[in-house]
């Protein structure tokens, strides 16, 4: 029988380990390059890279009007066969560089992508060495981004529910073994706490939490219950684990080949699984207090004016919170019955399975939403006509 190899995940495709044809092999190549010539430079110049990085990185997160660095006064250009390799001199003029001029404040260009464009340009130089600098501090600086700036999680599998291309839902029925000693993994710490002197208070997480890459960022369990003490605190949650993904694909925009890196795609991997299941949580929490909202102002003939829906949905390809609005009851004086919602619920959903704008997953999230309405308001209207008809 033929060896199979083990497959890697590689940006949303599986590569077999030790393949070096396709894209996938050419990145993997390329990222191997980088690391062999960063591994290659002499301590000095290693922490001079890391210290530019570091600037780098922060002014492509932060995105300030101006960013400073400088390249290094010398650097090895090649990898050496054996030995060390040669050290080649940075021109004095091409040392200094500062991104984001007047040119570039008046065109309002967006500071991560002048950044790229001064590498690019850098890149370009007759001179192997800057040629060599400016792929030496981009390599660092998504290194940086990737490996420094974004913590590590857990170990996690998440299955696919039928249609999504993401998998979302933690596996298995049960939680690894943990320590008797709490880990520092699976619970947050308590600072300021008035025994000072007797050290941090660590908080275990919840089983529910524990599911995910994260623990720190979940807001729901798998019922869709608050984990946290408000609905603010879960949308900063969602809100911390978007700048997480954005930070990776800042540090993939600079350097492509880092979609190879192993630490990349267990981060990516471990948080997209658990951004979009946090973000259909929190819509469909959202969308029970919509329904609680509708039936108690219904109670008190408070809906016979017209009523209209925004309601909020989490698309998994934008990897955003969004809402659909639509009508229910046309503004005027009529007088609210529960199978308005029931009806425009069902019209709605015809026309979300239809919108192509959507992606599969994010439609069928969206309809299941709107399924939570109609059954709620199926029920509500029944039971409004039992109770009629015993008043009667």
Avoid: C
Avoid at 245 to 269: F, N, T
Wanted: hydrophobic share 40%; proline share 6%; aromatic share 6%.
């Amino acid at each position: 029988m033929p060896d199979k190899k083990k497959p890697r995940i590689l940006h949303g495709a599986v590569v077999p380990e030790g393949q070096a044809q396709g894209p996938a092999g050419h990145l993997r190549q390329e990222l191997e390059e980088r690391e062999a010539l960063f591994a290659a430079q002499p301590r000095l110049v290693q922490h001079f890279l890391q210290t530019q990085a570091s600037l780098l990185a922060q002014a492509a997160v932060e995105k300030p009007a101006q960013a400073r660095f400088s390249l290094p006064d010398q650097l090895v250009i090649d990898v050496p066969s054996r030995g060390e390799g040669k050290l080649v001199q940075v021109p004095a003029d091409h040392r200094e560089q500062l991104v984001g001029g007047l040119l570039d404040r008046i065109t309002r260009i967006d500071t991560r992508l002048a950044i790229r464009q001064r590498l690019t340009e850098l890149a370009q130089s007759p001179h192997e060495s800057v040629v060599a600098a400016a792929q030496m501090i981009r390599h660092a600086t998504a290194r940086h981004m990737i490996h420094a700036m974004l913590p590590s999680g857990r170990s996690v599998r998440y299955l696919a529910l039928d249609g999504d291309a993401i998998p979302s839902v933690p596996g298995g029925d049960k939680l690894e073994p943990v320590s008797a000693i709490t880990q520092a993994s699976d619970a947050i710490v308590e600072e300021g706490k008035e025994d000072s002197g007797r050290g941090d208070l660590q908080v275990p997480f919840v089983p529910a939490a524990l599911r995910f890459y994260l623990p720190q960022w979940v807001a729901f369990d798998e019922e869709d219950r608050l984990l946290v003490g408000s609905i603010a605190e879960a949308e900063a949650h969602v809100g911390s684990m978007q700048r997480y993904l954005a930070v990776m694909h800042a540090a993939v925009g600079l350097a492509p080949y880092m979609v190879a890196d192993d630490d990349y795609q267990a981060k990516r991997y471990g948080m997209l699984g658990q951004l979009v299941n946090q973000g259909r949580a929190l819509a469909r929490h959202e969308t029970r207090d919509i329904i609680r909202t509708i039936k108690r102002r219904a109670e008190a003939s408070d809906l016979n004016r017209g009523l209209s829906l925004s309601l909020p949905y989490f698309d998994d390809q934008d990897l955003e919170m969004r809402a659909r609005d639509f009508e229910v009851i046309p503004t005027g004086r009529i007088l609210f019955v529960p199978a308005f919602v029931v009806q425009a619920t069902r019209e709605e959903a015809a026309k979300v399975a239809q919108d192509t704008r959507l992606d599969p997953s994010t439609r069928r999230h969206l309809v299941d939403e709107l399924s939570m309405l109609e059954k709620a308001f199926e029920s509500y209207s029944l039971a409004r006509k039992r109770g009629a008809s015993r008043d009667g």
